[in-house]
């Protein structure tokens, strides 16, 4: 089959849409659509044509390096806009300068071309996810065993968000059993991936804490069957908590916020919890193992607590990589087997809004996903 | 033998002095020397004439329950004073109020009265040193397999400080090996504990490095033989601080402090580090973790750091008793023979007064031992 290279490389375009993100030393990120060669395969190796590649926050970080995703400025030349970086990003700057960095987490599409090996030929035609990155792009290169083989009859939209969202929910899950504890907190527990985690744990059996920051997110989650849910823009915010967690026993929360107080206030609602439940003490407090780890940076600034919980407790970054590195290959494997599985249901993703490629580099649209709002969540479709 | 009861009875007074806190409900503190009856064994148990006992700064939350050590008054009444309680001390308040607390975590002194066991017969006359609470007293009562046997020549002052510091030291190079670093960061290192720390690295090939806050503790520290020593008092601190976390790799940090930015500087400082050791990454820093234990809180106020050091780190309480339940009885017995078995050398302490229970109640000397400074240390000596 060695002909059907040069009569690929004739019939298809050698070039295609990817979306860049550039730093520059005067201090400016650069955002952009650009013309770059169409990748392709080594033996092993496959090419997605994408179709679907949601904006999640954890996307953020290499996009917008910090920028404020409100005061974008169109250029004059081509589909492209800049933002100023904020004072502190200088360590930031050095290490990014006029480097431009593709960007886009996970997404799916279909296998146009595929190496020689009976691996890669096995994908052709097949709609597959993947998250190794650049997946703004119109096509993407990955090898075949990085490939999510999706069930008939599901679409590159609907196979978007394999990964990041679902792995992390289920890597939650997994922690909390593998640490012992037997129920979990979560904040900004709206969100899509907050919505998937209730869903998980009604499935489960697990008592799950959502906090959130609206009345409105409250009637989300009950909606979806959230048993426990308090608002933490309430005033009666503090003894909520310290009650549900009384009732709940959880000793672990995963926290999207990262900074300011909240972190440690959960920390110390645990510890007043189990005080209240009479549980072992040392002369500092709860000798019961008081957990959190930090998996998102939704409110900037620094992390602050007051010591008040004793002298058991810990804090902590979450990574999914890590985690997935922790339990193994195998486990790994089952987790993503269980999403490509369950993905119209317990897996199952919405969208505020769809763009392509050049539309998710206006100002406006920045200004919009770089928020990061619960229901404001934007999917970018390549081939548009 | 029963009839040496009545006539020990007879003999011996039946008061002792103790030293006790207790909170009024007004929001102060009183500290009191106070008659109590003596205690009498039971059969597993054995009476100790206590002759030295350390305040560590361990001590002092029980002791003080954070009042101001500047501000106390001498009550009329016997040896008492009057301290001002923090306007956030309403919940300790509630747990505490009108309740005398005995202090004291540990001391030495000799066994003079036994309950019928052997292995409470086994230690009568012999000098001794226990952790179990109520050691400012001048006689504590004692399970005879909670007494470490000093060795023949081994004074009660020089026995007064065998598990706070010595097995503190000792778990933080058990918690190093037991989760994989190599090397130990630790601050307020001039301590009583920083030097014998110090002692025990130098002695195990262990890289340790010192962070202290004043330029004379950095030649104390070198003086018995310490490699790495970096002064936060230095504009070159944080030049200084990653240089040697290069140098030595140290992934794992011991914090005395608690409160401000340190904490969160020295986990900034190892990513900085890893990052010049060229270790393997992730999208959001360094792929090593980093790991903080802060077992003290010398520096009041609340932690505050900027989570400028990727996703793989840990902060979290260090307390000794919940690690010798991690490790187990068998561990902890070995911990403490090598503790009996180098108190002279290793595990020497110094302290810079020695006083009397009443001389340790007056608003002079509670000023002084409630600074927590290097070089202030005192021992109790009740018998005096």
Same mark, same amino acid.
């Given at each position: 089959m060695w002909f059907i290279y040069p009569i690929l490389v004739l019939q298809e375009p050698t070039t295609m849409l990817q979306m860049q993100s550039t730093v520059r030393a005067d201090g400016h990120l650069e955002l952009a659509v650009v013309d770059v060669p169409q990748p392709e395969p080594g033996a092993d190796e496959v090419v997605i044509r994408v179709e679907a590649a949601p904006i999640n926050p954890s996307d953020l970080g290499l996009l917008l390096a910090g920028a404020d995703p409100t005061?974008?400025?169109? +250029?004059?030349?081509?589909?492209? =806009?800049?933002?100023?970086?904020?004072?502190?990003?200088t360590a930031l700057i050095a290490a990014r300068v006029d480097r431009p960095m593709p960007c886009g987490n996970e997404g799916a599409g279909v296998v146009v071309a595929a190496g020689e090996s009976e691996a890669a030929q096995a994908l052709l035609g097949k709609t597959v996810a993947t998250w190794r990155g650049a997946m703004y792009s119109q096509f993407k290169l990955s090898h075949a065993d990085q490939c999510l083989v999706l069930q008939e009859g599901t679409t590159p939209a609907e196979a978007a968000s394999c990964f990041v969202n679902p792995l992390t929910v289920l890597g939650m899950v997994g922690?909390?059993? +593998?640490?012992?504890?037997?129920?979990?907190?979560? &904040?900004?527990?709206?969100?899509? #991936?907050?919505?998937? #985690?209730?869903? =998980?744990?009604?499935?489960?059996?697990i008592d799950l804490v959502n906090i959130v920051r609206r009345p409105q997110h409250v009637e989300l989650l009950r909606g979806i069957g959230a048993k426990h849910v308090v608002d933490s823009s309430l005033d009666s915010f503090w003894a909520d908590?310290?009650?549900?967690?009384?009732?709940?026993? %959880? &000793?672990? %929360?995963?926290?999207?916020?990262?900074?300011?107080?909240?972190?440690?206030?959960?920390?110390?609602?645990?510890?007043? %919890?189990?005080?209240?439940?009479?549980?072992?003490?040392?002369?500092?407090?709860? %000798?019961?193992?008081?957990?959190?780890?930090?998996?998102?940076? #939704?409110?900037?600034g620094p992390t602050v607590f007051d010591r008040t919980f004793g002298m058991a407790w810990g804090m902590g970054g979450w990574l999914l990589p890590i985690y997935l590195d922790r339990v193994g290959p195998e486990e790994s494997g089952r987790m993503r087997q269980r999403v490509a599985d369950e993905i119209k249901t317990t897996f199952a993703s919405s969208y505020g809004k769809k763009v392509s490629l050049t539309e998710a580099v206006t100002p406006e649209a920045i200004s919009r996903y770089g928020r990061i709002s619960t229901g404001e969540k934007y999917l970018i479709e390549p081939q548009r």
């Amino acid at each position: 089959m060695w002909f059907i290279y040069p009569i690929l490389v004739l019939q298809e375009p050698t070039t295609m849409l990817q979306m860049q993100s550039t730093v520059r030393a005067d201090g400016h990120l650069e955002l952009a659509v650009v013309d770059v060669p169409q990748p392709e395969p080594g033996a092993d190796e496959v090419v997605i044509r994408v179709e679907a590649a949601p904006i999640n926050p954890s996307d953020l970080g290499l996009l917008l390096a910090g920028a404020d995703p409100t005061g974008a400025q169109a +250029l004059a030349q081509g589909s492209a =806009v800049r933002l100023k970086l904020p004072p502190e990003a200088t360590a930031l700057i050095a290490a990014r300068v006029d480097r431009p960095m593709p960007c886009g987490n996970e997404g799916a599409g279909v296998v146009v071309a595929a190496g020689e090996s009976e691996a890669a030929q096995a994908l052709l035609g097949k709609t597959v996810a993947t998250w190794r990155g650049a997946m703004y792009s119109q096509f993407k290169l990955s090898h075949a065993d990085q490939c999510l083989v999706l069930q008939e009859g599901t679409t590159p939209a609907e196979a978007a968000s394999c990964f990041v969202n679902p792995l992390t929910v289920l890597g939650m899950v997994g922690t909390m059993r +593998l640490e012992g504890h037997t129920a979990l907190v979560h &904040t900004a527990a709206a969100s899509n #991936l907050g919505q998937m #985690l209730q869903k =998980v744990c009604t499935a489960e059996g697990i008592d799950l804490v959502n906090i959130v920051r609206r009345p409105q997110h409250v009637e989300l989650l009950r909606g979806i069957g959230a048993k426990h849910v308090v608002d933490s823009s309430l005033d009666s915010f503090w003894a909520d908590l310290v009650e549900t967690l009384t009732e709940t026993g %959880a &000793t672990l %929360a995963f926290d999207a916020t990262g900074g300011g107080d909240l972190p440690g206030r959960i920390l110390a609602a645990m510890e007043s %919890a189990q005080t209240r439940l009479g549980s072992a003490t040392t002369p500092y407090g709860s %000798a019961v193992h008081k957990q959190l780890y930090i998996y998102g940076g #939704l409110q900037r600034g620094p992390t602050v607590f007051d010591r008040t919980f004793g002298m058991a407790w810990g804090m902590g970054g979450w990574l999914l990589p890590i985690y997935l590195d922790r339990v193994g290959p195998e486990e790994s494997g089952r987790m993503r087997q269980r999403v490509a599985d369950e993905i119209k249901t317990t897996f199952a993703s919405s969208y505020g809004k769809k763009v392509s490629l050049t539309e998710a580099v206006t100002p406006e649209a920045i200004s919009r996903y770089g928020r990061i709002s619960t229901g404001e969540k934007y999917l970018i479709e390549p081939q548009r």
